[in-house]
Each structure stands twice: as structure tokens, then as C-alpha cells.
Nanobody
């Protein structure tokens, strides 16, 4: 089963930046055919949508809480998806997960349409 591997998390101060990366564990899987998403889960809270990027046009969608601060992008040559996080706030503290749409060639932001979750990477923002 394909797994996604997140990296780039860490402990930072409010106002700092981080860039998360997400790569497929199987070299034979090309992520370019899939809409990719980032989600996060804070302690005691449900997992929530953060951002998504389409498989073809590069269209993006963001949660209101991160608009203007976070940018999702993808490098199909490297088979990697990124989440650039600027102006981080303590409320951004969470485990961040990337996920792949379960179907190819579709644009979606519905969490139930995503699968192949990674193990997550912890982001902690101190005030």
C-alpha cells in the first residue's frame, strides 16, 4: 500500500515559517494524477482540512484560517507536495498530514475523498 511521508515539522515561534513536504514511499506511484491535500489535527480536536491542490490546473483551495499565510504547491518532477506556512500562530499547532484523493483525475476538497494518509509531522508554534 502506498504511503505518504511528511517531513519538515518542528518547534517554532509565532511569526516564523516552516515548509512541510510530502512524498510517496513508492517510487512507482506518480502523485501528479491526484489532487493532494493537507490536513491537521490539534490535541482534542477533529482532523480538519487545511489546503488542497488539483492534479492538473494547479487550482488551490484553503481553509479560511490559513488563507494568505499558507501556500500549497507541488513539484511533479520530484513527486512531492509542499505546504509553505508563514506567519505561524500558536493555533496552528497540530499534527499535519498529507493525503491523496482516492480517485485520479478529480478535483475535490472533501475530506472523505482522501486516503493514503501519511504518519503526520508535528508542528508546534510557541507564543
Amino acid at each position: 500500500q502506498v504511503q505518504l511521508i511528511e517531513s519538515g515539522g518542528g518547534l517554532v515561534q509565532a511569526g516564523d515559517s516552516l515548509r512541510l513536504s510530502c512524498a510517496a514511499s513508492a517510487r512507482t506511484l506518480s502523485l501528479y494524477m491526484y489532487t493532494m491535500g493537507w490536513f491537521r489535527q490539534a490535541p482534542g480536536k477533529e482532523r480538519e482540512f487545511v489546503a488542497a491542490i488539483s492534479w492538473n490546473t494547479g487550482s488551490t483551495n484553503y481553509a479560511d484560517s490559513v488563507k494568505g499565510r499558507f501556500t500549497i504547491s507541488r513539484d511533479n518532477a520530484k513527486n512531492t507536495v509542499y505546504l509553505q506556512m508563514n506567519s505561524l500562530k500558536p493555533e496552528d499547532t497540530a499534527v499535519y498530514y498529507c493525503a491523496r484523493d482516492v480517485l485520479r483525475y478529480r478535483w475535490t476538497i472533501s475530506p472523505q475523498n482522501f486516503g493514503s494518509w501519511g504518519q503526520g509531522t508535528q508542528v508546534t508554534v510557541s507564543s
